[in-house]
């Protein structure tokens, strides 16, 4: 598609969007997690980089990784999978709150940035949980892309809205790496408790893993047509359909 001249084209019109996109979230962490991480940036060092805090996390990414496979040789390994949880909300959080506390801000840089890392690190924790034990690996699967089609309906309503709402509801990425802790906590003390459910005549073994992390992906593709549809609805009266635009 080819703008009109003196229209801007989709590619700088989408640039444009993600830079001055209004941030909104309405997560139930999310006020004292934003006092916490302000007092932390203004006690960093000066040669500490927002660039080194998106490194910080792919590491605590590929950390939880890690730790996930190496339980199936001991659960103990979950703890450093916690660990890994803690080291990959330091860094993916206080990024962008060191550039913004410093007036920093490279938006566009940024922005690429903190969600490449973001898919990366998604996709690097979800198949670690589907190779441990603790979860079947076509759920970890659905979970990863559960996750990305919700990012990228994100990016989209920020290119078409002007406004990036990085959380669904209460649940933002804090909260989610919360229940994951907790989940890993009591996965050390306690066997996994087994479900049985019978798929096509085929009987699997669930874990309460699988049986959240599947509510998880099916309460998220809910998520998922509820934005949609509001979304669809407000530009359709935006742009009405069948009219002639002059």
Known sequence: MVASPGEPSPDRA??????HARRTTKALLADPEKRVLTWIAARLPR????????????????MIAACYMLSNIRAGWLWGANFGLFVHWLGDSLDGTLARHRKIERPKYGFYVDHLADALATVAIGVGLGVSPFMLLSVGFGIVIGYLVLSINVYLETIVRGQFRFGYGVIGP?????????????????????????FFGRTVGLTFFDVLGTLGALGMILMLARRAIRNLRELAQLEPANRRRE
Do not use: M
Request: proline share 6%; glycine share 4%.
């Open 14 to 19: 989408a640039a444009k969007g993600a830079e």
């Open 47 to 62: 040669w500490v980089l927002p660039d080194h805090l998106s490194l910080l996390a792919l590491v605590g990414a590929a």
């Open 174 to 198: 804090t909260e989610a790496r919360i229940l994951l802790i907790l989940l890993n906590t009591i996965a050390v003390f306690t066997p996994p408790l087994d479900f049985s459910v019978t």
